[in-house]
């Protein structure tokens, strides 16, 4: 354990933890600097945001509720691909006929010193402090085959969300339970599967991007994300979820799925290749855009990447393309 880890560890108060998240956000242009894999530092940040979150929750909730409770991080946060922090993410699954008793004003303080620590309430609620998010585990059951089998518009994006859940303190054993219900209900429902990976097909395929990304002096935006990185990471998601796979990241659910056959290898390989291409273009531009004191964001104008690294874009996405495209043959999304 290193000495953040311990100091995190080690913090006597909330208010103990904004500069030691400081610390953590300062590490990541120097692990950059160092030539470390985008992957690794992604998972270096992630164990330490974990440690933290995990503390603020200690700190802030009744041990009752804590022992009674598993508290996870949704999203890329629960998929250990977040390294600079957007919004809060996350969740309470509560033991069914415990009392629960402070859990509202717990979920309050939590969120409230997580904002303190750099992450702003999420902009859609997901978060404890919205009772949707905070339930036993009979109304999370509930919740969860209104997601898959509802009418809800939202109920897909928030299933999506779920499924990158990872536990971080309290009885993981409540969101095993719950991942356990969600792949009964999911399995052999091919229609709805086909519905759920359509949303990595729904941001289309501009045509002038790929010529702007030979052009020197474009400088209309690409959003990386939109194009690249969600692609990938939802089509992943689905199949994870298609086949019963519990790994939370993405580079784990593509070798699990790779060993199960439901991938090729190579182009599992090239979809690994492509992300970690993207979310170092991405991480790179953010940071950029934080030093000259701007809000971090997805959007990058091709004109300001050196030639190699334009060339790496290109190439992965090119691969997102392909990938998008063996998606839409695998889950017949022509038919939709």
Not at 175 to 195: H, V
Request: aromatic letters at 6%; glycine letters at 8%.
């Amino acid at each position: 354990m290193d000495e953040l880890a311990a100091s995190l560890d080690a913090a006597a108060s909330p208010a103990a933890l904004p500069p030691l998240a400081e610390r953590i956000a300062e590490r990541v242009p120097l692990r950059l600097a160092q030539g470390a894999p985008v992957d690794a530092i992604a998972a270096e940040v992630s164990a330490l945001h974990r440690r933290l979150i995990a503390r603020v929750w200690a700190l802030v909730a009744p041990p009752p509720l804590v022992a009674d409770s598993c508290l996870v991080v949704m999203g890329s946060e629960g998929r250990g691909e977040q390294i600079l922090k957007t919004d809060q993410d996350n969740a309470l699954v509560l033991r069914e006929g415990a009392a629960g008793e402070g859990a509202e004003a717990a979920a309050r303080r939590f969120s409230g010193a997580l904002a303190d620590c750099g992450w702003p309430p999420c902009p859609g609620g997901i978060m404890v402090t919205n009772p949707l998010w905070r339930q036993p585990v009979s109304g999370f059951r509930a919740t969860i085959r209104d997601w898959l089998l509802g009418a809800d518009p939202e109920g897909p994006m928030r299933l999506a969300i779920f499924c990158d859940a990872a536990p971080v303190a309290g009885d993981a054993a409540l969101l095993a339970e719950l991942r356990d219900f969600l792949d009964a209900l999911a399995a052999d429902n091919d229609a709805y599967l086909a519905r759920f990976a359509a949303a990595a097909d729904q941001f289309g395929e501009p045509g002038p991007w790929w010529t702007r990304l030979g052009a020197w002096r474009d400088e209309q935006p690409l959003d990386l994300k939109k194009l690249g990185i969600f692609p990938v990471v939802h089509g992943v998601r689905t199949l994870a979820l298609q086949h019963h796979v519990h790994e939370l990241g993405t580079a784990a659910r593509l070798a699990r799925l790779t060993t199960l056959g439901a991938v090729d290898g190579t182009l599992a390989g090239d979809l690994l290749g492509a992300l970690r291409v993207l979310m170092a273009t991405r991480l790179a531009h953010q940071l950029r855009q934080r030093a000259a004191g701007h809000a971090p964001g997805n959007e990058l104008r091709p004109s300001t990447l050196a030639a190699p690294e334009r060339a790496a874009l290109r190439q992965a996405l090119s691969v997102v393309k392909r990938w998008r495209a063996w998606l839409r043959q695998h889950f017949r999304l022509d038919t939709l």
